[in-house]
C-alpha cells in the first residue's frame, strides 16, 4: 500500500538571522537550518511532503528556541503552518475580533 503524502508548506515572514526549523512525527524527523545574512534563496516558504499523523515542529532563532507547536496532517490535505506571527499581529487580531480600543475609557 502506497503512503499517501499531503504538501505542507511552512511560512514565516519574520524569521531572520540565523534559524533552524525542527519537524517531527509519524516516523519522519527533519532539521532545516538558514542564516538570511548568508543564504542567497530565502528560507520560506518550506514545502514538505508528510504522511498523515501528528507533528511537532520547533523553530530557534539565533540560538534561542522561539516556537514549539502541535499540527496535524490529514491524507490529500493542503495545509499552511505559519512559524512566527510578525510581532502584533495576534493583539490586533483579537483587538478586531472583540471589537476594543486601546484606550481605556473607564472612571477610576
Excluded: H
Excluded at 41 to 65: A, D, H, K, V
Aim: proline share 3%.
Amino acid at each position: 500500500m502506497a503512503v499517501q503524502n499531503s504538501k505542507i508548506t511552512f511560512r514565516c515572514e519574520t524569521c531572520t538571522g540565523r534559524g533552524r526549523v525542527e519537524i517531527y512525527g509519524n516516523d519522519f524527523m527533519s532539521t532545516r537550518s538558514f542564516n538570511t545574512k548568508r543564504d542567497t534563496q530565502p528560507f520560506f516558504p518550506l514545502t514538505m511532503q508528510l504522511g498523515s499523523g501528528e507533528y511537532m515542529l520547533m523553530y530557534w532563532q539565533n540560538g534561542e528556541r522561539q516556537k514549539q507547536l502541535m499540527f496535524s496532517v490529514k491524507t490529500d490535505e493542503e495545509k499552511v503552518v505559519t512559524v512566527k506571527w510578525p510581532i502584533g499581529y495576534i493583539s490586533n487580531a483579537l483587538k478586531s475580533r472583540f471589537n476594543t480600543s486601546e484606550t481605556d475609557d473607564s472612571v477610576a
